[in-house]
């Protein structure tokens, strides 16, 4: 079965760190198109970042300067570093390719 | 940052028609926005339904159907059913990246 799944989120400090991961089975994270979305307590879904076919990558401005994705190939990894981690970053974060999800984790930016 | 718009709420009887629009502030949506629909259900994560405007994932019911329609992307439900009760986004990339609309609450009544 196409799985994909999240680690690695919980609670961490305002201006902290984090590292998600998401492991793919019976599916490869590269070259394919890979995506982080997040949802907010109560909100719709915001579009975080993405990696295409091509390597490139894409940030939307609210996490900008701040975030990282990149994948392990070897590990069949994707993942999104956080940095800088604010309030309004609280949220649950899946990952994504174009048509599988993760289940999703939680990742709580409070002091 | 555009802004991607869809009805807040939409009302469809049991075995009808409704479709689901999804426009954008920069202007006419085409396929080189390559539009993505999902529908997310209570207490679960999203799931998609349609992607690259009109590509039907394996396991979407074939009552979802999407397409482009007066300048928007669409997604149209023919033979609504109780089980379609619940959210739905709309993604659409700008020079590859992307933002979601607010979401429609459908309601099946």
């Known amino acids: 079965e196409v799985q994909l799944v999240e680690s690695g989120g919980g609670l961490i400090q305002p201006g902290g760190s984090l590292r998600l991961s998401c492991a793919a089975s019976?599916?490869?994270?590269?070259?394919?198109?890979m995506s982080w979305v997040r949802q907010a307590p109560g909100k719709g879904l915001e579009w975080v970042s993405a990696i295409y076919r091509d390597d490139r990558t894409n940030y939307a401005d609210s996490v900008k300067g701040r975030f990282t994705i990149s994948r392990d190939n070897s590990k069949n990894t994707l993942y999104l570093h956080m940095n800088s981690l604010r309030a309004e970053d609280t949220a649950v974060y899946y990952c994504?390719?174009?048509?599988?999800w993760g289940q999703g984790i939680l990742v709580t930016v409070s002091s | 940052q555009a802004v991607v718009t869809q009805e807040p709420s939409l009302t469809v009887s049991p075995g009808g028609t409704v479709t689901l629009t999804c426009g954008s502030s920069?202007?006419?949506?085409?396929?080189?926005?390559?539009p993505y629909w999902f529908q997310q259900k209570p207490g679960q994560g999203p799931r998609t339904l349609i992607f690259d405007t009109s590509s039907r994932h394996s396991s979407t019911p074939a009552r979802f159907s999407g397409s482009l329609l007066g300048g928007k992307a669409a997604l149209t439900l023919s033979g609504a059913q109780p089980e379609d009760e619940t959210e739905y986004y709309c993604?659409?990339?700008?020079?590859?990246?992307?933002?979601f609309g607010g979401g429609t609450k459908l309601t099946v009544l």
């Open positions: 019976e599916f490869t994270v590269s070259p394919n198109y």
């Open positions: 994504a390719s174009h048509v599988v």
């Open positions: 993604l659409l990339f700008y020079s590859r990246v992307g933002v």
């Open positions: 920069t202007g006419v949506v085409t396929s080189e926005h390559y």
